[in-house]
């Protein structure tokens, strides 16, 4: 077992992991008092080693490390590396490539949804996963032994997962479904945060416009100034209170004085005084410079009928093809295809749509039928009239 505390060590293990075809990669953090994650440990495989790096230790330089993650000979293999990445990017503003994500494949090969793994070590490597060091204060210091054997066994075992769910896409000819998927890991727009963009992940029953423009608003504010302070938002502002604040548009103090989840000093101090000139400012707005709320113009009679049976041809197509149902549509994707002409959705593009969306566009036609055939639920092409 292996930690690593200095530059000269951390600087000697890089230089063999350069000459390795890949190397698989995971990261320990603390995020529940900050907006940014705190980085406390990287742990790191080689096909014939394992270390752990300590990015706290005194004195230490990443640098060699981080020039790793961006060798293009060298893979880096992470499980549902998206945290990890986002971690490393914000370290050192470069995304680690070439990449592979062992979730990502594994719903490719036909293991489901957001697969865990303690399952895929389960089913590759043979051994269960002592999960008892999961919840530890990765930031204090010393490590005890046991968290390290946990923290190491992480990327121990992704070695075999990634050597075998690799093999099996490569078997088959999948590669290029994953690359779909690893592409949007890879676009620093994935990790990019737009302060005006955060609202359209809030949930709100009656959206209207000039109620969307205060959610808008006071959204972005909140999450600009979680940044600036490194606090979580809900340390700023419950999601719930925004909504109360979109829904009932105070104009002033007073008003604002009788709203709930909000404390005397949010409400009499600065924090307050923006929140009122945010709203000021989305009423001031012109009607067609609020949030719209998405329609479809050529909405078809049936359509959540449609969207049902769409449900089930993607169930049949996933069990066809050995691949998670999400991988191939989500639920907005039916929707959209149900109720709308768009050709531009996700999953009438490149292999989804071999897979699933030219079926799609044939039952929504009325050129395919589903049915019992052979005691198996199966398309059925539909003779012309």
Known sequence: MT???????????CERASSCSYITVDTEFVRETTYWPQLCLIQVGLPKEAVAIDPLAQGIDLTAFLELLQNPHVIKVFHSGRQDVEIFYHLSGTIPTPLFDTQIAAMVCGFGESVGYDVLVQKFAKVSIDKSSRYTHWA??????????????????????YEKLHKKIMDEDRLHWLEDELNILTDPATYSVDP???WQKIRVRSPRPRQLAILREIAAWREITAQKRDVPRGRIMKDEAMLELSASSPRSQADLSRMRGLSHSFIKGEEGRAVIELIEKAHSLP???CPQVKRYEDVQPGS?????????????????????????????????????????????????????????????????AIGIKDYRITLIPLEKA
């Open 3 to 13: 930690l690593i505390t200095t530059t000269s060590e951390l600087n000697a293990f």
């Open 140 to 161: 204090q210091r010393p490590l005890t032994e046991k968290q390290l054997t946990y923290a190491l066994g992480d990327v121990i075992h992704l070695r075999i997962i």
């Open 196 to 198: 005006y963009a955060v």
């Open 287 to 289: 009607i067609e410079d």
């Open 304 to 368: 959540s009928a449609l969207v049902e049976m769409l449900r089930m041809l993607l169930k049949i197509k996933a069990e066809k093809y050995q691949v998670a149902q999400k991988l191939i549509a989500t639920s907005s994707d039916l929707e959209a295809i149900a109720k709308s002409n768009d050709l531009t959705i996700p999953a009438l593009q490149g292999w989804r749509r071999e897979v699933f969306g030219n079926s799609a566009l044939a039952l929504k036609e009325g050129k395919v």
